[in-house]
């Protein structure tokens, strides 16, 4: 079952801005584990600014049994990425030690290099590959031999030590990288090290959604087969011996609606489960807000595509737009409760989203203008 609920934050939460295309992760301390927390790096801003700060986020459980967020920033030292979109982001373990592994993506152009022409232009990113101690926030710049180009919107899994880096594409070409990456981490005492591998593969795909169903296999679900052509296709992964086997898993029954739309997006759900959604046919309504949202299972004994929500603009009550700091919640296994209780309503003091300013403060929260043009009139 799948409901819309607001996402309240924690006062100890920094401000988290709406993000496209950051790099995000699952964190636990072991491998096959229980997540933790979650990584988020980069991204673009509603300002179409570029991210280059990385944020741990935590779920907080309350009395109330109202699930909240804690969103941290980690402060990072050495070589810090630029900031950037469309890359990937994993965790691996190594020798009892964990580490992050960040490739890929997209920058604009230096400022030294841009014009009133070309201000907003992008460029691929070095293709160097960065390993992040998170305890202490060092992180490290790997020069690679075997990986020339800094692919973007590509699919990466990673498993104990090691990383794949699959598919993905450079904006020089439209064409979908065939090489599989596959980077070994080792975290001993001294110095990390970090080799390469690289493997061949009939996978070409950028934009895919990865789902796990165990720590041994993953399905590949979606994405693009070129800028104009969606990939229809779905894939299971699985890793044996360190060793990649590919096999093409029987189509879906894609809807009419699925099949039509030019362009796709979508999240994992876990165990082989897959959110993803299409913006629905706006040509008659001024608004944008439609879309049509599928879940997609994978995982269990036979494959399940269903209809999960519809944006209706006839039903203005059922389909009111989000405000900035609500997500999507998801029930699985538990349940809440729908019931009204005065303790559920919102407390600016709990919300995390306001300013503590000092005795002199003469801020109007009438006139203050947002820095985030989707902050609207709340400061943050």
């Known amino acids: 079952e799948m409901k ?6 924690t006062n ?10 950051p790099a995000v992760t699952s964190f636990s301390q072991s491998p096959g584990g229980e997540v933790s927390q979650y990584l988020l790096h980069g991204g673009k801003t509603p300002n179409n600014e570029l991210s280059q700060k990385l944020y741990l986020i935590s779920y907080v459980s309350s009395a109330n049994k109202r699930s909240s967020l804690c969103c941290v920033e980690k402060d990072l030292v050495g070589d810090i990425p ?13 020798r009892g030690k964990t580490a992050v592994v960040l490739f890929g993506g997209r920058s604009y152009i230096p400022l030294k290099q841009r014009t ?28 690679i031999k075997e990986i020339q180009d800094g692919l973007s919107f590509h699919v990466s899994i990673s498993r104990n030590d090691t990383v794949y880096i699959i598919g993905g594409h450079t904006l020089e070409s439209n064409i979908r990288s065939p090489n599989i990456y596959k980077i ?16 061949q593969s009939q996978l070409p795909v950028s934009s895919a959604i990865v789902s796990h169903t165990c720590s041994d296999e993953f399905l590949i679900v979606g994405g693009y087969e070129s800028d104009s052509q969606k990939r229809m296709t779905c894939n299971k992964v699985s890793i044996n011996n360190e060793n990649l086997d590919i096999q093409e898993m029987e189509t879906p029954d894609w809807t009419g609606d699925v099949k039509q ?16 959604g299409i913006p629905g046919d706006n040509k008659n309504h001024s608004s944008d807000s439609n879309f049509f949202f599928y879940i997609l299972n994978l995982g269990g004994e036979e494959d399940l595509m269903q209809s999960c929500s519809q944006g209706s603009l006839e039903e203005q009550e059922d389909s009111m737009p ?12 538990e349940n809440f409760d729908d019931t009204y209780n005065e303790d559920d309503e919102e407390d600016e003091s709990v919300t995390g989203y306001w300013i503590k300013c000092c005795a002199g403060c003469d801020l109007n929260v009438n006139t203050w203008v947002p820095y985030y043009s989707t902050e609207l009139n709340k400061p943050a």
């Not at 819309?4 to 934050?9: G, H, Q, V, Y």
């Not at 401000?15 to 295309?21: A, D, G, N, T, V």
Request: with cysteine; net charge negative.
């Open 12 to 21: 100890e939460s920094c401000y988290l801005p709406p993000l496209r295309h």
């Open 322 to 333: 989000l405000e900035d700091s609500e997500e999507f919640v998801f029930c699985g296994d």
């Open 184 to 199: 070994k981490v080792d975290l001993p005492l001294g110095s990390p090290a970090m080799t390469c591998i690289v493997l």
């Open 4 to 9: 819309l609920r607001p996402t309240m934050f």
């Open 116 to 143: 009133t022409e070309k201000w907003n232009s992008v460029t691929d990113c070095q293709p160097l590959v960065y390993l992040i101690d998170l305890q202490f926030g060092c992180s490290t710049a790997y020069t």
């Open 261 to 276: 739309s030019k362009t796709w997006f979508g999240a994992d759900m876990g165990h082989g489960v897959v959110l993803f």
């Open 82 to 94: 630029e900031a950037r979109y469309g890359h990937s982001m994993n965790v691996v373990y190594s």
